[in-house]
C-alpha cells in the first residue's frame, strides 16, 4: 500500500520533497514502543547536510505542479514539533531542556524531517505552558541559556536541520517588564498604553469594560489595585498587548531580528489571527457565546481575523526579507472562512499557516477527501503551500481522537502516512518517548496551561469545544 501510494503521488505531482527511504522511516518510528530511540536497520542512509540559508530543492507545489527546483525548503518541508518540556532531559532535574535536543539531533536528523519547531524556551512564569512569555530575549533558566540555543541551531544547520521557534506576539507575561512598568505607572500613562487598559462600566467602575470572554473561561478583563482592568483573552497572567501602539510594534520587529541574527529558520507565530481588536471594543453581538470565530467574509469580530492584523503581518515579512535565506512564518490562524483564511498567505504576509480543518476532521474518507480537495483549492489562489498537522501540543493526540487503543493506533499510522503523501509540508509532533519520568503512550496530550492548574481543568487550551471549528491561542 505504501509502495504504491508513493508510486501514485510521483505519477500525479511529479514528486514529493520526500524520498522513499524518509518516508519509510517517519512512518515507522513516529509511534513505537518502548522509551528510548533505537538505532533502525534500514535507516542507515544519513541525511546530506546542507548549507545553511540555502533552499531545499523540490519539485511540487501545494498545487501538485511540477515547479522546478530552488524553491524554498519550506515548500515541502517536514517539521517536526519539538514541546522542550517533555521531550529530552539532559541535567537529569526531570524537566527536559535544550539540551537534551542537542544531543538528539542525530536521531532527530535520521528520521529523515526537515526542520525542528520549538515550542517556547523564553523566560516564563509557566502560568500558560511558556506561551506567558517574561523576556522575549532569554531563555528559561530550566531549559537552558542563549548559548545552548546558538549552539543548538549551529549543530542542527551542521546536520541539515533547519530550526523554528514559537514567537507569542498577541499577550506577554504579567510579568514582563513592561506589564509591571504599567501597573506602577499608572493610568494614561505611556507604559499603559503598550496594553489594554480601561476604566470599568458602573457607578464605581465595577464591571468590566465589555462583555469579552477569556479563551481559559470567565471574563476576558481584571482589575488592578488603582480600579483600572486590563484585557487578557487568555489568562489574566497573559495581558493583551495593543497592537495599535507603535513601540509594540518596533518591540517585535527587534525580537524578530534578535532571533534571526542568532540563525533561526522561522517562526511559529501564536494566535496570529489575534493580535488587533476593534478600537471601540464593542461588545461581543451574541454575548460570550460570540466569543468564537464564525465563517464571517467580514471584519465582523471585535478581536479575532481583524483586517489590521495584516498590516502587522506586512511589517513583519519586511523584517525577514532583510535576511538572506528561506526564513518562514508559519499561522497558527484559527479563521474558518476561506478567503479570510488565504488572505494570511498573500505574497507579502506570511509564507504558511497551520491547516487544522484536517486536524478537526473526522475519521472517514468523504470528509477528509473534501478537507484536502478544499485545502489546496484555497491555497492556489494566493500560491502557498498547504501545511498538514494532526497532532500538536493543544489536541488530543490523534490514534486517541481516532478511536484509540489498537483500532485507533492502525487509523492513525494511516492517517499520517495520507498526510506525508500529501503536497505541502507537514508537522509530526513529537513522539515523546524521553520524556522524563517515564515512557509517553501515543495517546497522552502535552501539559499545556489548563493542565496546570490546581483546580484539575482539562479545558482545551484553545478554549475549544469538541466538534467546532474554533478559535484561540
Ligand atoms: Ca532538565
Redo the contacts with the bound molecule.
Keep these: 500500500m505504501l509502495s504504491a501510494l508513493i508510486r501514485a503521488h510521483d505519477t500525479a505531482h511529479g514528486g514529493l520533497g520526500l524520498d522513499r527511504s524518509r518516508f519509510n522511516r517517519l512512518i515507522s518510528t513516529h509511534w513505537r514502543s518502548g522509551s528510548a530511540a533505537r538505532p533502525r536497520p534500514w535507516a542507515q542512509t544519513p541525511l546530506l547536510p546542507r548549507e545553511a540559508g540555502k533552499p531545499l530543492h523540490v519539485t511540487s507545489d501545494s498545487a501538485g505542479a511540477n515547479v522546478g527546483v530552488d524553491q524554498p525548503w519550506w515548500r515541502s518541508a517536514v517539521i517536526y514539533q519539538i514541546y522542550p518540556r517533555s521531550f529530552a532531559?539532559?541535567?537529569?532535574?526531570?524537566?527536559?531542556?535544550l539540551?537534551?535536543v542537542r544531543t538528539r539531533l542525530d536521531y532527530l536528523a535520521e528520521l529523515g524531517i526537515d526542520a525542528i519547531w520549538l515550542s517556547p524556551f523564553y523566560p516564563s512564569p509557566q502560568a500558560d505552558a511558556g506561551y506567558d512569555v517574561s523576556d522575549y530575549r532569554d531563555v528559561d533558566p530550566?531549559?537552558?541559556t542563549i548559548d545552548d540555543v546558538r549552539t543548538l541551531i549551529g549543530q542542527a544547520h551542521e546536520k541539515g536541520l533547519r530550526v523554528i521557534i514559537d514567537i507569542v506576539p498577541n499577550h506577554t507575561s504579567d510579568q514582563h517588564g513592561w506589564f509591571e512598568a504599567a501597573l506602577t505607572a499608572g493610568p494614561n500613562s505611556r507604559e499603559r498604553d503598550r496594553y489594554i487598559f480601561r476604566d470599568g462600566h458602573g457607578p464605581d467602575g465595577s464591571q468590566p469594560p465589555n462583555n469579552w470572554v477569556s479563551n481559559f473561561g470567565g471574563p476576558a478583563w481584571t482589575r488592578v489595585a488603582d480600579g483600572q482592568w486590563y484585557l487578557h483573552l487568555f489568562a489574566p497572567q497573559q495581558p493583551d498587548l495593543d497592537w495599535t501602539n507603535i513601540e509594540v510594534v518596533a518591540e517585535f520587529k527587534d525580537i524578530l531580528r534578535f532571533w534571526l541574527d542568532l540563525g533561526v529558520d522561522g517562526f511559529r507565530i501564536d494566535v496570529a489571527h489575534g493580535l488587533v481588536k476593534d478600537p471601540d471594543l464593542t461588545d461581543l453581538p451574541d454575548g460570550p457565546s460570540g466569543h468564537l470565530l464564525k465563517p464571517t467574509t467580514g471584519n465582523e469580530h471585535p478581536h479575532w481575523d481583524r483586517d489590521e492584523v495584516h498590516d502587522v503581518y506586512r511589517g513583519w515579512r519586511s523584517v525577514v526579507d532583510e535576511y538572506a535565506g528561506d526564513q518562514v512564518f508559519v499561522a497558527e490562524a484559527w479563521v474558518p472562512n476561506p478567503d479570510r483564511f488565504a488572505q494570511y498567505l498573500r505574497s507579502d504576509e506570511l509564507h504558511t499557516a497551520f491547516n487544522f480543518n484536517f486536524l478537526d476532521a473526522a475519521w472517514d474518507a468523504p470528509t477528509v477527501r473534501k478537507v484536502i480537495d478544499q485545502t489546496l483549492g484555497e491555497l492556489r489562489d494566493v500560491g502557498a503551500p498547504a501545511t498538514w498537522v494532526l497532532s500538536n501540543h493543544d489536541v488530543t493526540r490523534h490514534p486517541t481522537r481516532f478511536g484509540g487503543g489498537e483500532l485507533g493506533l492502525r487509523r492513525a499510522r494511516g492517517a499520517t502516512l495520507l498526510m506525508l503523501a500529501l503536497p505541502g509540508g507537514a508537522y509530526v509532533y513529537q513522539g515523546g518517548r524521553a520524556r522524563?519520568g517515564g515512557g509517553l503512550g501515543p495517546s497522552r496530550r502535552e501539559p499545556t496551561g489548563p493542565d496546570l492548574q490546581p483546580d484539575g481543568r482539562r479545558a482545551d487550551r484553545k478554549g475549544r469545544l469538541p466538534g467546532t471549528v474554533a478559535v484561540g491561542g
Excluded: V
Excluded at 532531559?89 to 531542556?97: L, M, P, R, V, Y
Design positions: 532531559d539532559a541535567n537529569g532535574d526531570g524537566i527536559g531542556d539540551e537534551g530550566i531549559f537552558g522524563p
